[in-house]
């Protein structure tokens, strides 16, 4: 065997308005459907259409062995007025988590993933501390409308990168630009997070209940140099420190704020990761290594890099971890097998033990600004006619399932043709 995976579950994910396709009126349809907002002018109507293939995708899991499934809700079809109800749509997703379970697959469900209903996004969103109650009102519906079938909850997914890009970058919705608004909205989703993880545990009492925080490794360019040091350890602290601790045990370090009535405590039952690059520090600015390998949107593919998030996390906050999303755009499937091979032995040597790993994503999907171009699918998409087709990786993948690990036949076959790096980059 080239890789044992001993008790490591593999896993698949994905997000509801990335895959589902439809008019659900959210932050990211009122966004798309401006001029210039999305790089290839697409917009998430159409996706991989899953609202209307949800029984073919659940085969297909099933066909591929896949035994967990990371999937989201679409707040907005389920609340598409504030405080109504859709009951069609929560039918919906009753019926799609039991015929996961039926298919013998455990569905990891995500209350949120970067989208608001397009009333709340009119009324601030994440801005406003009022929010809270009303995110809080829906969590609680959904939770007791699925959890005969659902007891593995994400309350909200990468809210470094949602307040982020929304509120100091402005190049997702809302498109603002304050430092001040992006801490706001962070204080308040981590707040979010504790009340949430209490309301589950008080409907559902072996629920398992964490966050999907998007982690990094931030290093100085220059180790020598003491600005990019400052840089370095000042954005690692501000970007997923803070709000990691704060939505972690309660304790919220300055610049976020907690509440009164919110103590330190534990509020999770596991640590979810999600890991994709390095940011290459130099002073106050971030960007990609020099001549690093990279994929198909420049990103550094740096597999050492879990290794080092896994063993950050392990240290501050003991407890199951599970890797909720790790994956990389690569439209030929030239080099995933590698990928997936060098970044699996990485987690497999880094001495911390993880239970999950979720590769991201299940099919091709619709990549916020990005579009519809980066292919992130273990399974591709024609997104004309919808036809999903197995890629070589996701032929690995199935067999690493099947053996716990990657055989040395399989590493023949998939991993020593594949790249290291994009045919683009
Ligand atoms: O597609 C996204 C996902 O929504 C959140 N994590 C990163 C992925 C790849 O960019």
């Known amino acids: 065997m080239k890789l044992n995976l001993g008790t490591l579950e593999l896993g698949v ?5 990335q895959i589902e396709g439809g008019n659900a009126d959210t932050n990211w349809h009122r966004w798309a459907g401006r001029e210039g907002t999305i790089k290839d002018g697409s917009t998430p109507a159409r996706a991989a259409d899953h609202w209307n293939r949800v029984s073919q995708d659940i085969s297909l899991l099933a066909q591929l062995g896949i035994r967990h499934y990371r999937m989201g809700l679409e707040w907005a079809r389920i609340e598409p007025e504030e405080g109504v109800f859709n009951e069609a749509a929560i039918a919906h997703y009753r019926d799609e988590v039991a015929a996961l379970r039926a298919a013998g697959i455990t569905p990891l ?20 501390d009022d929010t809270v109650p009303i995110f809080l009102r829906y969590v609680k519906r959904m939770v007791t409308e699925l959890s005969e079938w659902v007891d593995e909850w994400i309350t909200i997914n990468e809210p470094n990168v949602y307040a982020t890009q929304g509120y100091v970058f402005g190049d997702w919705p809302p498109g603002k630009k304050s430092i001040t608004q992006a801490m706001t909205v962070m204080s308040h989703l981590a707040q979010a997070h504790i009340r949430a993880y209490n309301i589950i545990h008080a409907i559902s009492a072996n629920a398992k209940v964490g966050v999907a925080q998007h982690l990094r490794v931030f290093d100085p360019a220059n180790p020598y140099n003491p600005l990019d040091l400052v840089g370095a350890k000042g954005m690692a602290h501000l970007f997923q420190g803070a709000i990691l601790r704060a939505m972690s045990i309660g304790r919220f370090p300055v610049p976020l704020k907690g509440a009164a009535d919110i103590d330190a405590g534990k509020y999770y039952d596991f640590i979810g990761i999600n890991y994709y690059t390095r940011s290459w520090v130099t002073g106050i600015s971030e960007g990609t290594r020099p001549n690093s390998p990279v994929n198909d949107l420049g990103w550094e593919i740096y597999p050492d890099g879990l290794a080092r998030v896994l063993r950050m996390v392990a240290r501050a906050y003991p407890g199951p971890i599970y890797i909720t999303e ?10 995933r097998g590698r ?5 699996l032995s990485a987690l497999m040597g880094s001495g911390v033990e993880v239970e999950r790993y979720y590769h991201w994503c299940f099919t091709d999907n619709w990549e916020w600004i990005e579009g519809e171009e980066p292919r992130f699918g273990l399974v591709g998409l024609d997104y004309e006619t919808q036809e999903r087709t197995v890629r070589q990786s996701g032929l690995m993948y199935a067999d690493m399932i099947s053996n716990a690990g990657l055989t040395d036949q399989a590493y023949t076959r998939w991993v020593e043709p594949a790249g290291r790096s994009s045919e683009n980059g």
């Open 13 to 17: 994910a994905t997000a509801a308005t």
């Open 109 to 128: 469900v995500t209350l949120h993933h970067f989208n608001n209903p397009g009333w709340l996004e009119e009324r601030g969103a994440w801005t406003r």
């Open 326 to 335: 790790n994956g990389t755009p690569d439209a030929t499937d030239y080099f």
């Open 339 to 343: 990928f997936l091979f060098d970044h």
